[in-house]
């Protein structure tokens, strides 16, 4: 549930003014804090929103550690809320909304008929991940307005005249191409003679051409929800994840179902209830039920894959903050994902999928080998996931960690002196520190380095604990640190352009990037939108479940799946053997050969490189 609500501080840089005036006042509560909802959590505080209820009263178990980032085994058998509770307050004192996570079908309705019914309607999203397969349900009530369906800026153009028939024509400046068309709405100002345009009122285009017409404005738009029994037995629509999977989507609906009728209904196999709840959906049945896919979906549905409830907290976050303020269009209504490419090919034995009492039983890839070229702020997220599904942990396994050679290194000397110097001087001020003449002088912070003054003692450990949490006034301690920061936007020392500069051309060096002069870089600088935990997430965490999907494989530099020039069909025959199915080929933007085409279907005797010259017009070398 999310109440939409109040004003106050946001990251308007990142989501805009109504993001900005919605978050900070959204109360939140959350039920059952399993690891789909922690990350959920763990975006939302750090978007900034007000306050969080939790509630469960379930306990840690040992197979939970492997999915909780806040988890630890020392809190096996004590309250998920209690252990999870100091580890959050860490991050932020802000949130708002309820999501509701593990709750059964019969619950989740009742509760969505009170948020749906209830005047304000309140937002209900509900959300579950069962081993490799996913679900999201969102209604945000009978009449939701979107303000802003994509968030980017409405066109804009510059009047050059007016004329006062009927209809009135409204034409542009002819060296600006404007892109409307018939039927969007615009909105005139500071238009002199026919004044009467200047009422902020939106007025339809017609006739729109390249150099008239009138100026753009963005329309809300209103969505109308189904509440979650409509959408049950009638689910029209379906946000699909995988163009090549339309038809997963309601084989994964019925099998959700499914799965919570078999939990109440201990006894009964799953592919039997789904066949009887198929068939008595009348209309909106299934033609023919997945049953593979089925069994695959009821033999990981006791476990929740941290890669997979990664992902979908990452999701859930971005609609919670469409929920609170009203920007960017939600989804709607239903959203399944499966990752079932990631299961091995081949039967397994049923012996080696026996629990072991280990807190990797969902998963178990504690002998893998893995190389990792990075370890920014992607590559610390990535290491959380690979650690927690155990990857390389065994005295078997081995996790390499490479960041990109500093190629130049006497030529990197002089961006690593301004980065360190300009960065020293900015936390300086920040905690109102002098800041010696010498520190500004490469050549006198040079000789400073050689004179480093000895027998400092610094208190470490439970000491300076101690030191810090003693009883201060707090008052005081602010009124020293307040200085009033000159504004050195037009000196020619600006260090924090020496920082940002500095930073960004070792970053570009180590890419093998063109490099930018300052002022460039202020340029660049001033038009970054920053990222926030709920995009961050969304981007990066459908990246963990690919580590399934290894399979034991192995690979060197002198490996290869193809030698020679193989004909299509020899090169398909090579990527089943590896257990994956290869639908279309592209080469740049080209497209090859795609198995949905029937025409097609004449080039699969033709070699893979003749094709990239007919097709794609490259030129390959004859080796």
């Given at each position: 549930?999310?109440?939409?609500?109040?004003?106050?501080?946001?990251?308007?840089?990142s989501?805009?003014?109504?993001?900005?005036?919605?978050?900070?006042?959204?109360?939140?509560?959350?039920?059952?804090?399993?690891?789909?909802?922690?990350?959920?959590?763990?975006?939302?505080i750090?978007?900034?929103?007000?306050?969080?209820?939790?509630?469960?009263?379930?306990?840690?178990?040992?197979?939970?550690?492997?999915?909780?980032?806040?988890?630890?085994?020392?809190?096996?058998?004590?309250?998920?809320?209690?252990?999870?509770?100091?580890?959050?307050?860490?991050?932020?004192?802000?949130?708002?909304?309820?999501?509701?996570?593990?709750?059964?079908?019969?619950?989740?309705?009742?509760?969505?008929?009170?948020?749906?019914?209830?005047k304000?309607?309140?937002?209900?999203?509900?959300?579950?991940?069962?081993?490799?397969?996913?679900?999201?349900?969102?209604?945000?009530?009978?009449?939701?307005?979107?303000?802003?369906?994509?968030?980017?800026?409405?066109?804009?153009?510059?009047?050059?005249?007016?004329?006062?028939?009927?209809?009135?024509?409204?034409?542009?400046?002819?060296?600006?191409?404007?892109?409307?068309?018939?039927?969007?709405?615009?909105?005139?100002?500071?238009?002199?003679?026919?004044?009467?345009?200047?009422?902020?009122?939106?007025?339809?285009?017609?006739?729109?051409?390249?150099?008239?017409?009138?100026?753009?404005?963005?329309?809300?738009?209103?969505?109308?929800?189904?509440?979650?029994?409509?959408?049950?037995s009638?689910?029209?629509?379906?946000?699909?994840?995988?163009?090549?999977?339309?038809?997963?989507?309601?084989?994964?609906?019925?099998?959700?179902?499914?799965?919570?009728?078999?939990?109440?209904?201990?006894?009964?196999?799953?592919?039997?209830?789904?066949?009887?709840?198929?068939?008595?959906?009348g209309?909106?049945?299934?033609?023919?039920?997945?049953?593979?896919?089925?069994?695959?979906?009821?033999?990981?549905?006791?476990?929740?894959?941290?890669?997979?409830?990664?992902?979908?907290?990452?999701?859930?976050?971005?609609?919670?903050?469409?929920?609170?303020?009203?920007k960017?269009?939600?989804?709607?209504q239903?959203?399944?994902?499966d990752?079932?490419?990631?299961?091995?090919?081949?039967?397994?034995?049923?012996?080696?999928?026996?629990?072991?009492?280990?807190?990797?039983?969902?998963?178990?890839?504690?002998?893998?080998?893995v190389?990792?070229?990075?370890?920014?702020?992607?590559g610390?997220?990535?290491?959380?996931?690979?650690?927690?599904?155990?990857?390389?942990?065994?005295?078997?396994?081995?996790?390499?960690?490479?960041?990109?050679?500093?190629?130049?290194?006497?030529?990197?000397?002089?961006?690593s002196?301004?980065?360190?110097?300009?960065?020293?001087?900015l936390?300086?001020?920040?905690?109102?520190?002098?800041?010696?003449?010498?520190?500004?002088?490469?050549?006198?912070c040079?000789?400073?380095?050689?004179?480093?003054?000895?027998?400092?003692?610094?208190?470490?450990g439970?000491?300076?604990?101690?030191?810090?949490?003693?009883?201060?006034?707090?008052?005081?301690?602010?009124?020293?640190?307040?200085?009033?920061?000159?504004?050195?936007?037009?000196?020619?020392?600006?260090?924090?352009?020496?920082?940002?500069?500095?930073?960004?051309?070792?970053?570009?060096?180590?890419?093998?990037?063109?490099?930018?002069?300052?002022?460039?870089?202020?340029?660049?600088?001033?038009?970054?939108?920053?990222?926030?935990?709920?995009?961050?997430?969304?981007?990066?965490?459908?990246?963990?479940?690919?580590?399934?999907?290894?399979?034991?494989?192995?690979?060197?530099?002198?490996?290869?799946?193809?030698?020679?020039?193989?004909?299509?069909?020899?090169?398909?025959?090579?990527v089943?053997?590896?257990?994956?199915?290869?639908?279309?080929?592209?080469?740049?933007?080209?497209?090859?050969?795609?198995?949905?085409?029937?025409?097609?279907?004449?080039?699969m005797?033709?070699?893979?490189?003749?094709?990239?010259?007919?097709?794609?017009?490259?030129?390959?070398?004859?080796?």
């Amino acid at each position: 549930m999310i109440y939409r609500s109040g004003n106050g501080n946001f990251n308007s840089g990142s989501s805009g003014d109504t993001v900005v005036n919605t978050n900070p006042d959204t109360p939140m509560a959350m039920e059952v804090v399993r690891m789909v909802l922690i990350k959920i959590f763990i975006n939302l505080i750090l978007a900034s929103v007000k306050s969080v209820i939790l509630h469960d009263e379930g306990s840690v178990e040992l197979c939970d550690i492997s999915s909780n980032f806040l988890f630890a085994e020392t809190d096996v058998g004590k309250n998920k809320v209690l252990a999870s509770v100091q580890k959050l307050q860490e991050l932020n004192n802000a949130v708002a909304a309820v999501v509701f996570t593990a709750i059964g079908f019969e619950s989740a309705i009742e509760f969505e008929e009170y948020c749906h019914n209830h005047k304000p309607a309140i937002s209900f999203i509900k959300t579950e991940v069962r081993g490799l397969f996913g679900s999201v349900f969102c209604d945000f009530g009978p009449e939701f307005t979107v303000v802003d369906v994509d968030g980017e800026e409405p066109h804009t153009g510059i009047i050059a005249s007016t004329c006062n028939d009927s209809p009135a024509l409204v034409s542009c400046v002819d060296d600006e191409r404007l892109e409307f068309q018939d039927g969007d709405l615009v909105v005139f100002s500071e238009v002199h003679g026919m004044t009467e345009l200047n009422h902020g009122k939106p007025r339809k285009v017609k006739n729109a051409r390249p150099y008239s017409f009138e100026l753009g404005v963005k329309q809300p738009k209103v969505l109308k929800f189904r509440t979650l029994k409509e959408a049950l037995s009638d689910p029209v629509d379906y946000l699909l994840s995988d163009s090549f999977k339309f038809d997963r989507p309601p084989q994964l609906h019925l099998a959700f179902q499914a799965l919570d009728k078999f939990i109440g209904e201990l006894g009964q196999k799953l592919i039997s209830v789904s066949r009887t709840m198929n068939e008595n959906s009348g209309d909106n049945g299934l033609e023919e039920i997945d049953e593979k896919l089925l069994r695959h979906f009821s033999f990981g549905s006791k476990v929740v894959l941290n890669p997979m409830a990664a992902m979908f907290g990452g999701i859930v976050g971005q609609e919670v903050v469409k929920a609170c303020s009203g920007k960017f269009h939600p989804l709607y209504q239903f959203f399944y994902f499966d990752s079932v490419e990631s299961l091995p090919a081949e039967p397994l034995d049923p012996n080696d999928l026996k629990p072991v009492n280990s807190r990797y039983d969902g998963q178990i890839s504690d002998e893998s080998k893995v190389f990792m070229v990075g370890s920014g702020a992607l590559g610390c997220e990535f290491l959380k996931y690979l650690a927690l599904i155990g990857v390389s942990c065994n005295n078997q396994g081995k996790l390499t960690i490479m960041m990109i050679f500093f190629s130049g290194i006497g030529t990197l000397a002089r961006l690593s002196l301004q980065f360190i110097m300009a960065a020293s001087i900015l936390h300086a001020e920040t905690f109102g520190i002098p800041i010696p003449d010498w520190v500004k002088n490469p050549s006198k912070c040079a000789t400073a380095v050689n004179n480093v003054i000895e027998g400092v003692n610094i208190v470490t450990g439970e000491k300076a604990t101690n030191l810090s949490s003693a009883s201060i006034d707090d008052a005081s301690v602010i009124n020293d640190l307040t200085k009033k920061v000159e504004d050195c936007s037009s000196k020619m020392i600006h260090y924090h352009m020496d920082l940002i500069a500095g930073f960004a051309n070792m970053r570009a060096r180590n890419y093998s990037i063109s490099e930018a002069q300052k002022l460039k870089a202020k340029f660049i600088a001033g038009r970054i939108i920053p990222a926030i935990a709920t995009s961050t997430g969304t981007i990066q965490e459908p990246v963990p479940p690919k580590v399934f999907k290894h399979r034991d494989m192995a690979w060197t530099v002198w490996d290869r799946w193809f030698s020679g020039q193989p004909h299509l069909e020899g090169a398909d025959a090579v990527v089943e053997r590896q257990g994956s199915e290869c639908i279309q080929r592209i080469m740049w933007n080209q497209l090859l050969f795609n198995s949905l085409f029937p025409r097609h279907k004449d080039r699969m005797d033709r070699r893979v490189v003749d094709l990239a010259r007919e097709v794609a017009k490259v030129e390959m070398h004859p080796y």
